[in-house]
């Protein structure tokens, strides 16, 4: 086909070039639209961490959000990973953090340590964390067993002042708590305190009967004699 200068010529190669160099601008503006729709949508996500962090957005408002951008981020599989590990991260934390508000509300030891004992049970492939959860419950424990010694006495102690119980009792209450704690300072405090409470209740004795014999000696109940026996 002759072109307006009364030539033929053949424009297939100019054409796909232009196409070419057509396609690869509409590329590359949707990389740079896909980038710039990346960028904002980091900015929202931390806009929500930022709000979360300042209290105002709530635990189940927030899991929520990290569960919705898991379904939006399925075109990106490393992405999408991001907030899957994210979701057990906050999961843990905020669980966390409510077993430890409800403890310190109730004293509940029984319902904390079961949530730490079940927790530490999931640690599969994590020995360090497993190790840390266990040491948190045998302090625990130790601090629950120390409360309990020390609440038992002093209910005993004040029922000693008013007359409705002994130093015998609290000597078998020590020993019935020795057995039943394993924390080896706080065995080593209840024996010490088992040893003076013996030592305590020895000597109370001999000082009534010293005191008891005064008085029948008083009385003329016994002689002199019988007295220094």
């Given at each position: 086909?002759?072109?307006r200068f009364g030539q033929g010529?053949?424009?297939?190669?100019?054409?796909?070039?232009?196409?070419?160099?057509?396609?690869?601008?509409?590329?590359?503006?949707?990389?740079?639209?896909?980038?710039?729709?990346?960028?904002?949508?980091?900015?929202?996500?931390?806009?929500?961490?930022?709000?979360?962090?300042a209290g105002k957005i709530s635990?189940?408002?927030?899991?929520?959000?990290?569960?919705?951008?898991?379904?939006?981020?399925?075109?990106?599989?490393?992405?999408?990973?991001?907030?899957?590990?994210?979701?057990?991260?906050?999961?843990?934390?905020?669980?966390?953090?409510?077993?430890?508000?409800?403890?310190?509300?109730?004293?509940?030891?029984?319902?904390?340590?079961?949530?730490?004992?079940?927790?530490?049970?999931?640690?599969?492939?994590?020995?360090?964390?497993?190790?840390?959860?266990?040491?948190?419950?045998?302090?625990?424990?130790?601090?629950?067993?120390?409360?309990?010694?020390?609440?038992?006495?002093?209910?005993?102690?004040?029922?000693?002042?008013?007359?409705?119980?002994?130093?015998?009792?609290?000597?078998?209450?020590?020993?019935?708590?020795?057995?039943?704690?394993?924390?080896?300072?706080?065995?080593?405090?209840?024996?010490?305190?088992?040893?003076?409470?013996?030592?305590?209740?020895?000597?109370?004795?001999?000082?009534?009967?010293?005191?008891?014999?005064?008085?029948?000696?008083?009385?003329?109940?016994?002689?002199?004699?019988?007295?220094?026996?």
């Open positions: 086909m002759p072109d010529g053949d424009y297939s190669q100019t054409f796909a070039y232009l196409y070419d160099q057509n396609l690869n601008k509409l590329e590359a503006d949707a990389k740079d639209a896909d980038q710039q729709r990346e960028e904002d949508q980091a900015a929202k996500d931390q806009q929500v961490f930022d709000r979360y962090n635990d189940d408002d927030l899991l929520a959000y990290i569960r919705r951008r898991i379904a939006e981020t399925g075109y990106d599989k490393t992405q999408q990973a991001n907030w899957k590990q994210a979701l057990l991260q906050y999961s843990e934390t905020i669980n966390d953090a409510k077993a430890l508000r409800e403890f310190e509300r109730t004293k509940d030891y029984a319902g904390y340590l079961s949530y730490l004992r079940a927790k530490a049970a999931g640690m599969k492939g994590n020995a360090a964390k497993k190790a840390e959860i266990e040491q948190q419950i045998q302090s625990l424990v130790t601090q629950r067993d120390q409360n309990s010694v020390a609440r038992g006495a002093d209910r005993i102690l004040l029922n000693i002042q008013r007359g409705k119980a002994t130093y015998d009792d609290l000597l078998d209450f020590y020993r019935d708590r020795l057995g039943n704690v394993s924390d080896p300072s706080l065995k080593q405090q209840i024996r010490g305190q088992i040893t003076d409470l013996t030592a305590k209740i020895r000597s109370d004795n001999l000082q009534n009967k010293v005191s008891g014999l005064g008085r029948q000696l008083a009385t003329r109940a016994i002689t002199p004699q019988q007295y220094g026996r």
